[in-house]
């Protein structure tokens, strides 16, 4: 298992260095690599790899304005300024696809009827999505600002309006300029909040 390891350089950028930024550079994410963040992130595990995230890329002026319109006074200049926000939704229509994505059991039927174990499995999945968002936007160079300061009903009716998607969270991406990071906030120790049973 430790000669797998990857290297302290590389758990630094994905874990002890990485931070929640505030502030952004102007420099733009092209296409080619929000694609290729795609392609990381949709590796990660879902269960019954059920991958009920949607994601909207708001990268233009339009879409970014839109956006903030729909967010806390608070996190508004974050998304004009940012050059990506990224819109983390939870189709609840996901079971439609496992036939496609796991066929090797009726895995659709288990949601059939059953809109509590829908809901609670899009929102769970589609966290879990998020999370492995911001770990290939940091793999990838980039830094990541993940939000929850927003209006849902409002980025609902703005960007999913006609389909079965709901807003999970939001995150910006690009280059942070540093300022504006708090210090260093504590942490639970191990013996604290784990046990091995």
């Known amino acids: 298992m430790e000669a797998n ?3 302290s350089a590389a758990l630094g950028q994905l874990f002890q260095d990485a931070r929640t930024h505030y502030d952004w550079e102007s420099a733009a994410i092209s296409e080619e690599t929000l694609r290729a963040l795609y392609d990381l992130l949709k590796m990660g595990p879902t269960s019954a790899n059920a991958s009920p995230a949607r994601f909207i890329f708001c990268a233009s002026p339009d879409a ?39 066929p090797h059991d009726d895995a659709k039927s288990w949601f059939a ?5 829908t809901r609670e499995t899009a929102f769970r ?4 999505q998020g999370g492995w968002l911001i770990m290939a936007a940091r793999a990838l160079g980039l830094d990541t600002g993940p939000m929850s300061g927003f209006d849902k009903a409002k980025v609902d009716a703005a960007f999913w309006s006609g389909t079965a998607v709901e807003t999970n969270f939001i995150c910006s991406l690009g280059t942070g300029t540093g ?4 210090p260093r ?10 046990r091995i049973a």
């Open 5 to 7: 390891r990857i290297d």
């Open 125 to 128: 999945n589609s966290s879990l």
């Open 185 to 194: 906030l504590p942490r639970f120790d191990f013996d604290e909040i784990c």
């Open 64 to 102: 970014r304005a839109k956006l903030a319109d729909c967010v806390s006074v608070g996190n508004h200049p974050k998304v004009l300024q940012a050059p990506v926000t990224v819109i983390i939704g939870m189709d609840l229509d996901f079971a439609d696809h496992l036939p496609r994505l796991f």
């Open 113 to 117: 009827g059953n809109p509590a174990l």
């Open 179 to 182: 300022k504006k990071i708090f």
